[in-house]
């Protein structure tokens, strides 16, 4: 692994039962990279998220972050944020609560928790329990605990599912702005991941079949190949 | 430090959402209570010596109600799969099981601390013994109870049948600690038999099962 790799993974394979969720996929981001990862639901994209970030274990095949195995070393997983189609919080607690527990677990001031919060446009209903939020409120709380921990690599999946227009327009802003980090983003917003991307992998039945680099991302090549 | 510190954090929280919901621990007093009150009618007093009894009846009234909370100490983290979130920590996993065991170990303490004057009232039972064994007694078997309980309760959490399969796994892993708990218990209550070589014993099982709990504790949880 180079100084330049920030994440690199070898001949993953998980399989679930009989079922083979990922088939031996090899794949490297490096610093300030940004990779987006299409493909139809059932593809594998969530299982490879999932092992990448630690939280589950691949039946074969390794992970390095940072050229360090994340299974020996937990404090890597701070460089790593995730989010999830699942947001972590805990229904019962208010945003704020929900925010500050993952602040204290981190070590991180509520200053910057609030901070963010404020950024994707959360401040004013912090003080809501999590079961009164719309889909689109608890993404954009679930943004504001990923990028609290200022991690060095982030992990979106679907992060503009139940957002409205204006919400996706400013998410990518924010995202747009935080370019030092590096970024795999899961979705399905072609348009999006063109936009945004350095590099795009569109994955099939625990496969990655397809690779665009930077010069020759573009809507039509994207959509030509979902034909 | 960080690792106490987060399994202190998750503490905390969960306490903050039983102080809000109160979910669990009025389940839990109720359900003691009335395993108290069917034992009183299934063993009037004076039939068997009241100390033998009081401290059977101790235990099993908190293993009943330990089953209770240990299925449900996980479950809560599986609405918006926040386990992940916690797996997520920069930390060893076993800060979960720290943090929920030490909620758990509250909890019953709660049970006991309640269910220990009504036995004594029922069952017209005094103690012999100092309160300092009852004490040491106590505070033993909940760790033991609690681990274990934890462990299980993380073990079957993405079971259908939770409800059904914990209590065929933890009353046999518990049997020996159950059975030192009760002894000591009893010589409390009756002054009749010493009670050092059960706390040896409990303080010994602590030992092995903590041990074992901190082992096993990843693997618990795995997709």
Known sequence: MTDSEVL????????YGEQYALKGIGFTLRKGEFVSILGPNGAGKTTFIKIVSGTTRPTSGKVWLFSKNPEEYPEMKRKVGVLSHDTFFYRNLTGLENLDFYAKMLGISQDNALRWARIFGMERNLGKRFTEYSRGMKVRLGLARVFMAEPEILLLDEPFSGL???????????????????FIL????IDIAARLSDRVLVMQSGKFIHEFHKPEISMEKLQEVFK | MSFFRAAFTLFIKDITLEFRTKEMINTLLVFALLTVVIFNFAFPPG???????????????????????????FSIETEEDSLRGLLLMPYDPTFILLG??????????????????????????????????????????????????????????RTRAREILLPLLFFPIIVPLIIAATKSTEAFFTGKIDPSSWLKFLALFDFIYISATIFLFEYTLED
Do not use: C, M
């Open chain 1, 164 to 182: 409205d227009p204006g919400g996706v327009e400013k998410t990518v802003e924010i995202i747009n702005q935080q370019r030092d980090r590096s």
């Open chain 1, 186 to 189: 899961i979705t399905h917003r």
């Open chain 2, 47 to 73: 039939i068997i010596d009241p100390g033998l009894l009081a401290s059977g009846i101790f235990w099993v009234t908190i293993i009943f109600t330990g089953t209770l909370a240990f299925n449900r100490s």
């Open chain 2, 100 to 157: 929920k065991s030490l909620f758990n170990f509250l909890l019953i303490t709660i049970i006991e601390v309640v269910v220990y004057p009504i036995i004594t009232v029922l069952f017209r039972v005094s103690p012999a013994g100092s309160y300092w064994i009852l004490i040491l007694t106590v505070i033993l078997a909940t760790v033991g109870l609690t681990f274990i309980g934890t462990l299980q309760g993380a073990v079957l959490l």
């Open chain 1, 8 to 15: 690199k993974v070898e001949k993953l394979v998980k399989k």
